[in-house]
């Protein structure tokens, strides 16, 4: 045991669930797991009430909730894919294959396929058809242990797409029951009605994000700032309208190129900088500076068969958060699981298990600005997940297999 969990518990009223018996991954801990062997969690109201070992409960616990489970394996937290562009229409296998042919991912994007592709399908697709095809790609995630998922928009790219994909993403949780934020990314890519007006598509996709903000369709802001996708000088006008409306911003920054991305996230407080493979120590000393989350997108550098390596030395010098996410999306990153970007966070990019385990948790939250999740701890939220393993590392080392046992979800039972 190192040292996680609250220890005694007065009970004063009933519980509405006790789990007892499992291992806790409790990550309430400044390093390590925060283990805690033979637990027991007890949740009332949606929020966990006791987090500890069973020998820490009184002798007649089983009578002070409404629902007993005795179980093992592992419980950790829900995890939390912070950062997927799950609402799509259609595919993109064809362009898969092309780059097996050699074909790169710039130059299917200045071809116009890439996510111009993906916005052509999506403007095609009603509402509840957009909803319908992306509900079993969320359903898939919850089914490897996401009980919370960030959603973004950008593959609208003009008013009346962008909302209806917000929209999909609001009925995604409520259909499903889980936490999903929501994330306009109108700064996506250059739609064709633009083409050689990047900072007039720039000015229209600020009163989008005006109008849809006032809608409550928007929790945060992101852009693709790269030479494929918009400039700092455009990212930055971008994120100072955030900033106007409040909105708390994150960044898909250096992935194909050292553009100063996660150097301009950091200058903006922003709650993440994603993919960041290029980028140089300046960058990661502003993003430790500004407790900005370094997101880990490995299911897209393993798609896109990339060679360098996000700087992770660094970011560990540096005492940078790091998160790891799926990136799901028809492009780069057709990955479906967090367990296995978990797997592949370590096999690529050599992360530990724990590291991957907080990146997915604890570290995911916060690259939401969310402080009531990510931790098994009491008074935070009654998400969690339970794993038929009974080590932390075997939920990295898996490449897929179901390993979920069960979820819950503000105390509520998902899967
Ligand atoms: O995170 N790089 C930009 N956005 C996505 C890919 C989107 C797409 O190709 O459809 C990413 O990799
Ligand atoms: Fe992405």
Known sequence: CDGGGDGAVVATERWDGLLLGPSLAT??????????????????????????PRSGLPGDASSLADEVIEAEGLVTPGLVDCHTHL?????????????LQGASYEEIARSGGGILSSVRAVREAGEDELLAQSLPRARALIADGAT?????????LDLDNERKMLRVARRIGVTLGIGVRTTFLGAHALPAEYRDDADGYIDAAIGWLQALHGEGLVDAV???????????????????????????????????????????????????????EHTNEAGVRAMADAGTVAVLLPGAFHVLRETVLPPLDLLRAHGVPMAVATDCNPGTSPLLSLQQAMQLACTHFKLTPEEALRGTTINAARALGLQDRG?????????????????????????GGQLLHASHTGGRRLV
């Open 27 to 52: 990550l309430d801990t400044d390093s390590g797991y925060g283990l805690v062997e033979d637990g027991a969690l007890a949740w009332k109201d949606g929020l966990l009430v006791y987090v500890g």
């Open 222 to 276: 992101d852009a693709f700032c790269e030479r494929i996708g918009f400039s700092s000088a455009q990212t930055r006008r971008m994120f100072e309208a955030a900033r106007a409306l409040g909105l708390p911003v994150k960044l898909h920054a250096d992935q194909l190129s050292d553009g100063g991305g996660a150097a301009l996230a950091a200058e903006f407080h922003g709650l993440s900088a994603d993919h960041i």
């Open 87 to 99: 609402v799509f229409a259609g595919d993109r296998a064809g362009e898969f294959e092309l780059r």
């Open 148 to 156: 919370t998922l960030e959603i973004k928009s950008g593959y609208g």
């Open 375 to 399: 931790v098994l701890r009491t008074g935070l939220r009654a998400d969690f997940a339970h794993w038929h393993v009974r080590q932390p590392a075997a939920l990295c080392y898996w490449l």
